[in-house]
């Protein structure tokens, strides 16, 4: 998501350009429609998070729905879901070592290894329509 901290994503990106298997490339899903958006997170394997100083980011989240891991930022109120082995946490600025993270990742996916379907279904779980109307309930008995 480029739009996001889009300094920030350029340095990653240009320098992950040349350093990217043959077969791995790089997508923009900014200005892309939601079922673009859709259809590439659902092809994708990584997810570069750009947040900043955010509420709850769902972009990352709706990555890990998708079954993309999520190198990059939390954008602090990610903090709550943030765990690894699907995401993994980079401090805002630190530009090697998001490279760094994701070339590993990358290696990581190379190795042919699956999907944690355990951290999976909590995340599921977690922005699921029932928890969302259990929390607006339990908001609404405290006003």
Do not use: C
């Not at 394997?45 to 190198?71: H, Q, T």
């Not at 765990?83 to 630190?94: A, L, Q």
């Amino acid at each position: 998501m480029s739009r996001k901290l889009p300094q920030h994503s350029n340095l990653v990106t240009n320098y992950l350009n040349n350093h990217l298997p043959k077969n791995w490339t790089l997508k923009d899903i900014h200005l892309l429609s939601e079922k673009k958006t859709y259809d590439l997170l659902k092809k994708s394997k990584i997810f570069l998070a750009f947040s900043n100083l955010e509420g709850l980011p769902l972009p990352p989240a709706e990555a890990a729905l998708a079954k993309n891991y999520v190198v990059g930022y939390s954008g602090e109120g990610g903090n709550e879901y943030w765990n690894k082995p699907i995401f993994t946490r980079v401090n805002s600025g630190e530009i090697i070592t998001f490279v760094n993270k994701v070339k590993e990742k990358i290696k990581f996916l190379n190795s042919k290894r699956k999907f944690p379907n355990y951290q999976y279904t909590q995340i599921k779980k977690k922005f699921s329509k029932e928890t969302e109307k259990k929390n607006i309930l339990k908001f609404l008995k405290f006003i």
